[in-house]
């Protein structure tokens, strides 16, 4: 079979208060991580890029459209399923009108996956060049009339990581096939204490709960923790035995992490870590300058010297294997790779402060 892809991985955030750092392994920033990705889509050949919405409401971003457009062969994967006969039907003709723009660009668009309701990856994968990995896709929707639609001073924290393992790239590389093709898969196995000398992926739904919650229980000191949604109870149980260890958790997440009118379904698990000595903060509220912090990254430090990140949100369409999504993160105790994370943390950790 010929060969789509090949890698290397990255991931990114957006803010005012973001620290702007460009080391290497890691970019932030939220106008020199977009412009990075939209060039390295523009210049591409056989890129492959995911994983994107398609809205019954609104269109993908112009720009990654634009950028798309003008690479050689690029392919899409969609975020969920959408057969002919449901983009026929009148509730999908928003999202029929949305597929048609990307696939206007001369992309190759995979929306039916057969092995898996979702797909949730972050990713862009250049063949033979690298691969990048993160908590976003970068994505800024538009409405019908061009307009962006993003809530008015809202910076979005997110990440992105620069991976140059072979081994891992062939891992990708090998797995991304199967999915596309639709064939078995054998997961790769590792153990979180034997094999995390070097840098691992871990894969959504077979690996990402056994990786989180072994990486939690071995903290001797801290757990910091960017997270969009934190119901899974074992993670939970994870974190309060955390706490009878002693071991200091530090939780940023946003008061509304899917929106104003939807309920936070987070708060039960967040209280019942506050009341056990957990620190949580739940961003949203304005600056003087009139911005606030809405976090979206899926990110878990331990003891400042292990880290979890990629696309898995801390609940039951991410970690449950019934569920059948694919995600991917990365683990990894390389500083290279944690150091401006970490900082990214701690600074918003002392922003945010006065909300303990």
């Known amino acids: 079979m010929k060969k789509l892809f090949s890698p290397l991985l990255f991931v990114f955030t957006l803010a005012f208060n973001s620290l702007s750092l460009a080391n290497e392994g890691v970019v932030q920033n939220s106008t020199e991580g977009r412009n990075l990705y939209l060039k390295t889509i523009e210049k591409s050949k056989n890129a492959f890029v995911g994983t994107f919405k398609i809205y019954d409401n609104m269109y993908n971003d112009p720009e990654i459209l634009e950028s798309l457009s003008k690479s050689q062969n690029p392919h899409v994967l969609l975020e969920s399923r959408l057969s002919k006969e449901e983009s026929r039907n009148q509730k999908y003709i928003g999202m029929e009108k949305s597929l048609q723009k990307i696939i206007d660009t001369g992309a190759v668009v995979f929306s039916n996956l057969t092995l898996f309701k ?44 620069i991976l140059d393992d072979e081994k891992l790239m062939k891992e990708f590389d090998i797995i991304l096939h199967k999915v596309i093709e639709n064939e078995t898969i054998s997961w790769p196995t590792h153990s979180i204490q034997e094999d995390l000398k070097t840098t691992l992926l871990s894969w959504g739904p077979t690996q990402h709960k056994k990786d989180i919650i072994d990486l939690i229980n071995g903290a001797q000191k801290s757990i910091k923790i960017y997270q969009q949604d934190l119901q899974d109870s074992d993670i939970k149980d994870a974190l309060l035995k955390a706490l009878d260890k002693n071991v200091q958790i530090q939780i940023l997440m946003s008061k509304h992490p899917f929106g104003e009118n939807k309920e936070n379904k987070s708060l039960k698990n967040l209280n019942e870590l506050k009341e056990k000595g957990a620190n949580v903060i739940l961003t949203g509220e304005r600056f003087k300058d009139g911005h606030y912090v809405h976090i979206h990254a899926k990110v878990l430090m331990i003891d400042d010297t292990r880290m979890y990140l990629g696309s898995a949100n801390f609940y039951g369409p991410t970690l449950d294997p019934h569920a059948n999504e694919l995600n991917v993160g990365v683990i990894t105790q390389e500083k290279k790779y944690i150091n401006p994370v970490l900082k990214q943390f701690d600074q918003d950790w002392k922003d945010h402060a006065h909300m303990l």
């Open 118 to 161: 979702n797909s949730h990856i972050k990713c862009l994968y250049l063949p033979e060049k690298e691969l990048w990995i993160g908590t976003t896709n970068f994505d800024v929707p538009t409405d019908h009339e061009g307009k962006t639609i993003l809530n008015e001073g809202e910076v979005r924290r997110d990440f992105c990581l």
